[in-house]
């Protein structure tokens, strides 16, 4: 339960949902963290939120699967990456 890598694995295809016990591991890395936001809450995670806006990649991602929309609270950190500030602008803003 130390790498969270190997925890959402295991709440995905183990458990096939919620791992509590493994959420605070999880929701330490902005790839993993989206990852269970997307396919195993299925839904919003705010006590991940900081971290995933931490990564352009995984914010953009969040935005666009998770919130379905702009959001402004990490747009300062998704706009540090070219790539994904064009996607961003592209998809969710015009």
């Not at 295991?10 to 605070?24: F, N, P, T």
């Not at 971290?51 to 991602?61: L, R």
């Not at 666009?64 to 064009?86: F, H, P, Q």
């Amino acid at each position: 339960m130390t790498d969270p890598r190997w925890a959402y694995w295991y709440a995905a295809i183990v458990i096939e949902g919620r791992w509590l016990e493994a959420e605070s591991t999880i929701t330490k890395d902005p790839e993993w963290a989206y990852e269970y936001a997307r396919y195993v809450i299925k839904g919003r995670c705010p006590e991940a939120e900081s971290v995933i806006m931490t990564d352009p990649e995984s914010a953009y991602m969040y935005a666009t699967d998770i919130i379905e929309g702009r959001w402004l609270e990490a747009e300062s950190v998704i706009m540090t990456d070219y790539e994904w500030w064009g996607h961003y602008k592209d998809d969710l803003i015009n």
